[in-house]
């Protein structure tokens, strides 16, 4: 992952270790789903740019990487999980390409 993107994306999305992760809740069917069939889509947009990340990823269990992505997310996480509470989980991208988007500018790919 370039520098360029994770400036770009560092405050919306975790980087660690210059990986991409998510964090959800293994008691959600999308945990189950995502560890039934890696191959995850997701977007988001923010003041008139947004991001498709797509690709294949693997849940990471150690706690650092719970650990990291609570510090990363404080505000967001801190309400409803704990590192230790068996019910956050992140998952990390091994390979896939996310691709920004604007109306003014041209997409930018970048390779995860």
């Known amino acids: 992952m370039s520098a360029s993107l994770r400036q770009a994306i560092i405050h919306e999305i975790p980087v660690w270790?210059?990986?991409?992760?998510i964090v959800t809740n293994n008691k959600k069917d999308v945990y189950n789903q995502m560890k039934v069939n890696?191959?995850?889509e997701m977007c988001g947009m923010n003041k008139g740019t947004w991001i498709r990340v797509k690709g294949a990823v693997k849940e990471d269990t150690r706690r650092e990487a719970r650990?990291?992505?609570m510090e990363a997310n404080k505000n967001?996480?801190?309400s409803?999980?704990?590192?230790?509470d068996n019910l956050m989980t992140v998952f990390v991208f091994e390979s896939g390409i996310a691709t920004?988007?604007?109306?003014?500018?041209?997409?930018?790919?970048?390779n995860l």
Do not use: H
Not at 17 to 21: D, M, Q, S, V
Not at 80 to 84: A, N, Q, S
Not at 100 to 110: A, C, R
């Open 17 to 21: 270790r210059i990986k991409l992760y």
């Open 80 to 84: 409803m999980y704990t590192v230790d």
């Open 100 to 110: 920004i988007y604007s109306f003014t500018e041209e997409p930018k790919v970048i």
């Open 76 to 78: 967001a996480l801190q």
């Open 38 to 40: 890696g191959k995850v």
């Open 67 to 69: 650990e990291a992505m």
